[in-house]
Structures are given as C-alpha cells and as structure tokens.
C-alpha cells in the first residue's frame, strides 16, 4: 500500500504535467499544499456526472483525483477540478514578487499555490463572498506569507493594481475595473460563460493598448455574483467564434468594430489583432 506521501507526491507529477509548464518549481509547490487540509473534515464528498458520492472514510488519499470536491453541496460550492487549475497556472505563469488578486477563493486551496508561487515578495489578495467560506479561508490561509482574503463582491471592489487576476467563477461580462487593474503585462484569467451554450477559459494579457486573448479548454463554473447577468452579453459568440477571439478591448477606449466577434458591457471581443 501507498503512503500519503507517496500518493500526494505522485498527484504533484500529475499536476506539473497538466500544467503544460516548463516551471521547475510547480511540482513542489503542488506536492507541499495538502488539498485535505482545505476541504474540512472527511469523509468528503465527490462529484461524478453532477452527481456527489462520499469517499468510504476520511482517509486523504481519496481527494487525489481530478475531481471536484463539494465545499458546499447545498450551493453547488466545490473546490475545484484540479488539473483544470493546473493547466491555468501553467498558462498564467506566476512569478517571484508578483501580485495577485483571486476572486472566489473558497477556502484558500488554490490561494495557497498561487502565493507560493509569487515568493519571495509576492502577495496574493483573495475575494470570497459567501462568508463562512471566506471565514474557513482565512483560517486556512493563515500560516501562508503574503496572503490576505477580504469578504465582500470582488465585481464592487476596487481592485488593487496586479500582475495576475485569477476568476473562480463564471462571467458574463468582465467588469472593466478587473482589467484596468492589470499592470502592463497582467493576466487575467476565467471562465467565460456569454450564453448557456457556451463556458470557455479565455486568459487576457495587457498591452499598450488593448488585450491580447489567448482562448484556452471548455470550462464551467458557478456564476459569478455581479457578473453574470445575461443581458450584459450584447453579442454572443459561437464556440466556433469563441475559439478565434484574438484580441479584446475596453469599449470606452475603443467602439467595437465588424471585427467584433462578441461585445459585453464594458469590453468586445475581436478576431484581429492590431496592436
């Protein structure tokens, strides 16, 4: 039989590799992050088909898998598919002394691996609005450099200036504060979810002008409070569409145009590039 060491040592090399990353420090940083010690007491509750089935004891080895695992089963709360946060890490790439703002924390499990991540000097400024699990977060959180987790709406924050917003929650429209809280360079990451039909992770980097869009996997979160409101989606894209977005930008820098491939409230979406 294997030990937990071994397991979650294993579950590591899984998740560096699920990254897509060529960073030497992900393995550890997944490895020395017990995800048990973020979920509450066993036995936990696992979800398959949209479906939970209980884990047969409290014995970590069980959260191990790429699985979602209920925080809040009531809610529709979990802590996340875990390869899926492997791959947007990868994709975000978060480095020394960076600063980064995580909106839907839960209970601070992926809070955890980002502030490693940006070490040393780094910061990681988490949002949770459901209050018990912005409470357990910063319980969880609490031994980790760096790391501050506020309750509240992230969507009505001002939002510290960041090299990294990390979405945990399903967007309509992204609020134009989010990006215009990206220094140059930053990232912003999250679940794109413009109609019913469509969820996909779109990852935006700042430019001198605009945002430069890189459409990543399928992705399916729960709505984000105060961003998910479906008429904010003027213009809707196909997943055909979605795929190809290229570029985005604030619509009060600049109207959108017939390269326009979505439009929201506060941001459109182009095919063309023009930077």
């Given amino acids: 039989m294997s030990d937990l060491d071994e397991l979650r040592g294993f579950h590591a ?9 060529n960073d030497q420090r992900l393995e550890r940083v997944f490895e020395l992050v017990p995800r048990e010690a973020f979920l509450g007491p066993g036995p936990w509750r696992v979800m398959v088909n949209r479906r ?17 695992i209920a925080l809040d089963g009531a809610k529709g709360i ?22 980064v703002v995580h909106i839907g924390a839960g209970t601070g499990y992926y809070t955890a691996l980002l502030s490693l991540l940006v070490l040393p000097n780094g910061q990681v400024h988490g949002y949770e609005i459901d209050l018990d699990l ?20 992230a969507t009505q924050a001002e939002i510290e200036d960041c ?6 929650a399903g967007v309509v429209s992204p609020p134009s504060a989010w990006l215009k809280a990206l220094r140059p360079g930053g990232r912003l990451i ?3 979810s413009p109609s019913t039909s469509l969820g996909i992770t779109l990852m935006l980097t700042r430019m001198e002008k605009g945002f430069e869009v890189r459409p990543l996997g399928p992705s ?49 979406f182009s095919s063309m590039t023009a930077f």
């Fill in 13 to 21: 090399k899984l998740m560096a590799t699920a990254s897509g990353s």
């Fill in 52 to 68: 939970y089935v209980e884990t047969p004891s409290a014995d970590p080895a069980y959260v191990y898998q790429n699985v979602l």
């Fill in 78 to 99: 979990n802590n996340g598919e875990p390869f899926l946060h492997a791959a947007w890490i990868g994709a975000v790439a978060p480095r020394s002394g960076e600063t």
């Fill in 134 to 153: 912005s409470s357990r977060a910063i319980d969880n959180l609490a031994p980790f450099e760096g790391v501050s987790v506020r309750h509240g709406d």
């Fill in 163 to 168: 090299d990294l917003i990390y979405v945990n």
């Fill in 190 to 192: 999250f679940p794109w």
């Fill in 220 to 268: 399916w979160f729960i709505p984000c409070i105060g961003a998910s409101d479906p008429e904010a989606c003027i213009k809707a894209p196909s997943i055909p569409e979605a795929r190809s977005i290229a570029a985005a930008w604030l619509t009060e820098d600049r109207q959108p145009d017939d390269t326009a491939i979505a439009i929201c409230r506060d941001v459109w």
